[in-house]
């Protein structure tokens, strides 16, 4: 399911605003108001967009942006450009708008002392909207984060913590629930801390809804309690969610009548289509087959007329998208420029190439030296252990000059041993002190110990990888350096061995057997270090990861 927090109202007068707009023409005739009708036009179009309103006279906007251009202050002309772009997004000419918003990014002076933050703001979060109705999921996700940027810049915390949340839609387009899940629990965070209740309320619909998808059914209904106890009226949206839990959770009864009230009250077909869908599966698994094949005809019915509006608005888009003359003559004004950046990236492209391979063969190397190292400490160790014994023979066949030599060379090695701890355990204490003292961790471990009252969920394991990542940042890269992938099983199993869990107590985590946990440990050896080892010899490569 798609939620997204931008609904752009079709309600509009057009009386009032073709009035509206001849009154603005006869001002601009006259030269003294010319700056005075301009801005007329801008704050206009800025009405109808902040009351959800399409904004119309694009014409009047095309003549307004290039006056500013000319005549107006950096602002002024970002101003021009945004509400430009908005005309042509209510247009559903979504390359023409696109532009505008580039050339409004374009006209800002960040350095400043008073430029409009805000605006920026708006205008990098009306990109990010339009680059999600594409799907371009990382091209809304860059400018979502400077929409972020100007925001806080701004002091509006409220839009900060609104671009945040909507940066969850990217995740969804590329299918990446963990870090869905991360943000929405983060904004609900956020928008409590910063006293904005209602928002932070409003991010459990999607919330539960993903938990229902991934069969989190306890936490799903711990914020549907939670959500009910604070909300009097809720929307049809979470009606439809928690119709959905109840039905996941096998109370069918409990499940229908929520589903009817979606359908009795809702505004629109998509509402229609998800109470249908709701009641054909709550009725399948019932004796009242007739109810059922009723709803799937509908549900079909509701399904074909989502679809053909969709088509009808993509085929619309398409026809502007290559019928709107503006965009070829820009390409062909800025050729020079096209051809100049086009060898600038291909410049960019072969210094990253030569850069990331810089960096590949350092880190290849920094491993080799490690291990080198880590080799060369294991046998001194066995030295100093061999040549304490050989002294003690010594001793007893009294042969001092011997003994002496022996003696230095326990000097020499003791000093290498204490270097090499000095240098890398030290570091390695640091980091497993802190892991192993963080809330999280303790929580997995009082789970090892009683199972039955307590229950990892897919949020503890994103808090645990969080902790790791950011004590030592290279820990995940170096599992991957030698494999392509590693299967998610395999990757929990690695991080609590870096945690040191006890093979028992990683069979009860992951719920596998402990010859099972011993098997997956043999076989990672080869497959991260690419030869043979032990179970116990992994567990001591891996937890020797401290950088």
């Not at 019915?301 to 019928?323: D, F, G, H, P």
């Not at 020499?412 to 802190?434: P, T």
Request: aromatic share 12%.
């Amino acid at each position: 399911m798609s939620f997204t927090h931008y609904n752009i109202s079709n309600r509009v007068c057009p009386q009032r605003h073709t009035l509206f707009f001849l009154l603005i023409l006869l001002l601009s005739s006259c030269g003294g108001g010319r700056r005075a009708a301009m801005l007329a036009v801008l704050d206009e179009a800025d009405s109808l967009n902040r009351n959800y309103l399409p904004v119309t006279g694009d014409s009047l906007l095309k003549e307004a942006a290039r006056w500013f251009d000319s005549h107006g202050s950096a602002n002024e002309r970002v101003r021009a450009h945004y509400l430009l772009g908005c005309a042509y997004r209510d247009k559903g000419e979504a390359p023409a708008a696109l532009q505008c918003y580039h050339d409004a990014v374009d006209c800002a002076d960040t350095t400043a002392s008073d430029c409009d933050y805000r605006l920026l703001s708006r205008v990098h979060g009306q990109m990010g909207y339009l680059f999600y109705q594409e799907y371009l999921p990382q091209e809304q996700l860059n400018a979502l984060n400077k929409a972020i940027h100007y925001s806080r810049l701004s002091k509006d915390t409220l839009s900060a913590i609104k671009f945040y949340e909507f940066s969850a839609s990217a995740y969804e387009l590329s299918h990446n629930e963990d870090s869905m899940l991360s943000i929405y629990n983060k904004a609900i965070e956020e928008y409590s801390k910063n006293g904005y209740a209602e928002e932070s309320y409003r991010c459990y619909e999607p919330l539960i809804d993903l938990l229902i998808d991934r069969d989190s059914l306890t936490l799903a209904y711990d914020y549907i309690k939670k959500y009910k106890k604070k909300v009097e009226n809720p929307s049809l949206l979470f009606n439809y969610i928690e119709g959905k839990y109840y039905l996941m959770a096998g109370q069918i009864s409990t499940s229908l009548p929520l589903f009817y009230t979606v359908l009795v009250n809702a505004e629109d077909l998509n509402d229609s289509l998800l109470a249908y869908q709701g009641l054909y599966k709550a009725y399948k698994n019932t004796t009242q087959q007739d109810s059922a094949m009723y709803c799937a005809d509908k549900y079909y019915w509701a399904t074909s007329c989502v679809v053909e509006r969709s088509e009808a608005k993509n085929l619309q888009q398409l026809n502007s998208a290559y019928n709107y003359s503006r965009h070829q003559q820009i390409a062909i004004d800025k050729a020079k420029e096209s051809a100049l950046t086009k060898t600038i990236l291909f410049i960019c492209i072969i210094v990253f190439t030569i850069f990331a391979n810089g960096m590949f063969y350092i880190i290849r190397k920094r491993k080799k030296e490690r291990a080198e190292l880590e080799l060369q400490h294991e046998n001194d160790v066995q030295e100093l252990f061999k040549t304490r014994k050989e002294i003690d023979c010594l001793v007893n066949e009294k042969i001092p000059s011997m003994i002496s030599e022996k003696t230095n060379r326990i000097h020499e090695l003791q000093a290498k041993i204490e270097e090499y701890q000095s240098i890398y355990l030290h570091k390695r204490k640091n980091a497993d002190k802190r892991l192993l003292e963080s809330d999280v961790c303790q929580h997995f471990r009082n789970i090892c110990k009683d199972p039955s009252k307590n229950r990892i969920d897919e949020t503890d394991w994103i808090k645990i990888k969080n902790l790791l990542a950011e004590t030592i940042p290279h820990f995940f890269q170096f599992l991957t350096l030698n494999t392509s992938s590693l299967r998610e099983i395999e990757i929990r199993l690695c991080v609590l061995v870096r945690l040191y869990f006890k093979p028992k107590e990683i069979s009860v985590i992951l719920q596998i057997s402990q010859s099972e946990v011993s098997v997956l440990r043999s076989r990672l050896f080869m497959k991260i270090y690419g030869e043979n080892g032990s179970a116990k010899e992994f567990d001591k490569r891996i937890q020797s990861i401290s950088d």
